[in-house]
């Protein structure tokens, strides 16, 4: 069972260059959400989605995408990197949120370390 | 706004000695919370959740609502609970999601 696979693990950027971060899992979980960790920050919420075709913004929402097209995949999408957005991502996913219920449990991937030059 | 506040950045104690990690919130409704913690090279996982009265791994934690509290405490610390802690909450007041606080990196001297 992969549970939550990010790719990739590192990636150097320039500045105003493009990319993907991939996220997909394969427990059959409506929510996932996109995380980013720095430093004296924790974690900041960026996107989430409660389902299929369903995302919305989170706390740091600017200058990152999402899309939600299956159950599976989430990715998100630097439309053109900044140095402040070198940080670690995460990408996590849960049953459900905010039922108050044992399924209400965030199953994190590995993480991807992006630097942005 | 919802939010979730960890007062300190790191805590050192050692072994054997209780340990108490701070966690307060503000929060609208009737809040759900959350400890979750990361090991060294190893990925964020739930510790345990208020909702449960759980103790996981010697951790407690209670939900103190007059005071919008929900502090981790553990009797005697190991060696093995140094870690980052992260206290969370479940947002569910306009839309269902989990933010979480700055956490607090655990230190336990031999």
């Known amino acids: 069972n992969a549970g939550v696979t990010q790719t990739p693990k590192f990636q150097v950027l320039k500045t105003g260059q493009s990319m993907t971060l991939q996220c997909a899992q394969d427990m059959n979980h409506e929510y996932m959400s996109w995380y980013r960790q720095d430093p004296g920050m924790g974690l900041r919420l960026i996107h989430y989605?409660?389902?299929?075709?369903?995302?919305d913004q989170g706390e740091v929402p600017n200058g990152y995408n999402v899309s939600r097209s299956t159950t599976e995949d989430f990715p998100l999408r630097l439309l053109s990197a900044a140095p402040s957005q070198t940080s670690v991502y995460f990408c996590?996913?849960?049953?459900?949120?905010?039922?108050?219920?044992?399924?209400?449990?965030?199953?994190f991937g590995s993480g991807t370390q992006l630097s942005v030059l | 706004a919802q939010r979730v506040t960890q007062p300190e950045k790191l805590l050192s104690v050692f072994k054997g000695a209780p340990v108490e990690l701070k966690c307060n919130y503000s929060y609208s409704g009737s809040p759900e919370l959350f400890w979750y913690v990361q090991y060294s090279r190893q990925r964020l996982q739930l510790l345990l959740r208020?909702?449960s009265r759980e103790s996981i791994k010697g951790f407690t934690a209670d939900l103190n609502k007059g005071e919008t509290s929900f502090h981790l405490k553990k009797p005697f610390a190991q060696e093995e609970d140094s870690a980052m802690y992260y206290c969370?909450?479940?947002?569910?007041?306009?839309?269902?999601?989990?933010?979480f606080g700055s956490g607090t990196r655990l230190s336990i001297r031999p």
């Open positions: 208020h909702i």
């Open positions: 996590a996913s849960s049953y459900s949120v905010g039922q108050g219920s044992a399924n209400e449990k965030l199953f």
């Open positions: 969370a909450l479940s947002d569910y007041s306009s839309a269902s999601k989990i933010i």
């Open positions: 989605s409660v389902g299929a075709g369903i995302t």
